[in-house]
C-alpha cells in the first residue's frame, strides 16, 4: 500500500485571506474554495486547506524548493516587508540559514502560524 499526505487543515481568522498570503508567497494559485475550505496546492497535489476559527495553536509548515523557487518566494517576502528569521525561534531576524548545504527562512503568516522555506532537506544526501 503507497500512503500519501493528501492534506492539512489550516485554522485561520480569515480562511481567504490566510490562503492568498500563503499562495502570493510560494507563487500557487488559491485552489477553488470548497466549503468550509480555501485550499493551497503545493507540489504532489498536497493541500494546505484552509478554514475559519477562533480559537487555536500555532501551526509549523515547511515547504521544500528549489533555489529558483526559494529565491522568488523569498523576493516577495522581502519585497512585502515581511519579518523573516534564520531560526525557528525567531531569535535571528533579517537572516536567512544555511543548514545543510541550502539555505532557509522562517517567517510568520498573518495567524501566527509559523511558515518556512528551505532547500535542502535534513535527509537531502545531495548537498
Known amino acids: 500500500m503507497s500512503v500519501e499526505l493528501n492534506h492539512i487543515i489550516i ?13 502570493d508567497i510560494l507563487g500557487v494559485p488559491v485552489g477553488q474554495p470548497a466549503d468550509p ?34 529565491d522568488a518566494a523569498f523576493t516577495r517576502i522581502r519585497d512585502a516587508g515581511i519579518t ?23 517567517f510568520d503568516d498573518p495567524n501566527g502560524h509559523n511558515m518556512e522555506i528551505l532547500t535542502r532537506a535534513p535527509t537531502d544526501t545531495t548537498a
Not at 90 to 96: D, N
Open 11 to 23: 485554522p485561520a481568522r480569515d480562511k481567504h485571506a490566510s490562503a492568498k498570503f500563503l499562495a
Open 37 to 70: 475550505f480555501v485550499p493551497v496546492t503545493v507540489s504532489n497535489a498536497v493541500t494546505l486547506d484552509y478554514i475559519n476559527r477562533t480559537d487555536f495553536h500555532s501551526h509549523h509548515c515547511a515547504f521544500l524548493a528549489d533555489d529558483e523557487d526559494f
Open 84 to 106: 523573516y528569521y534564520a531560526d525557528p525561534g525567531h531569535q535571528q531576524p533579517w537572516e536567512i540559514n544555511h543548514r545543510w548545504g541550502g539555505r532557509g527562512v522562517y
